[in-house]
């Protein structure tokens, strides 16, 4: 069992960064591929990153060359740089594992890009 906190959400500007990051608690944590996926309302769930436990990553074809994850296995951390913020990524970002595993799902973090 993984238990996944999201934080580091804010408002900032079109062109702006943020960094998010994702706390995983348990000890099988660094066997996981986590991903960060975004959800506005009314919209589903959808991917934007993802890391193997090996380090591998992959994007959405809407965030590549904008956003980096990255994962500590000794901290129990997965981050998500983004970078060029963009008024359409205002979203509840999450982590999770990958695929998703739907126990699994936290509270989110809220990103707005706006003016």
């Known amino acids: 069992q993984v238990q996944f906190v999201e934080s580091g959400g804010g408002l900032v500007q079109p062109g702006g960064s943020l960094r998010l990051s994702c706390a995983a608690s348990g000890s099988s944590f660094r066997l996981y591929a986590v991903a960060w996926y975004r959800q506005v309302p009314g919209k589903q769930r959808d991917f934007v990153a993802r890391?193997?436990?090996?380090?591998?990553?992959n994007y959405a074809d809407s965030v590549k060359g904008r956003f980096t994850i990255s994962r500590d296995n000794a901290k129990n951390t997965v981050h998500l740089q983004m970078n060029s913020l963009k008024p359409e990524d205002t979203a509840v970002y999450y982590c999770?594992?990958?695929?998703?595993?739907?126990?699994?799902w936290g509270q989110g973090t809220q990103v707005t890009v706006s003016s």
């Open positions: 999770n594992a990958f695929p998703a595993v739907n126990d699994y």
């Open positions: 890391i193997t436990n090996g380090g591998n990553t």
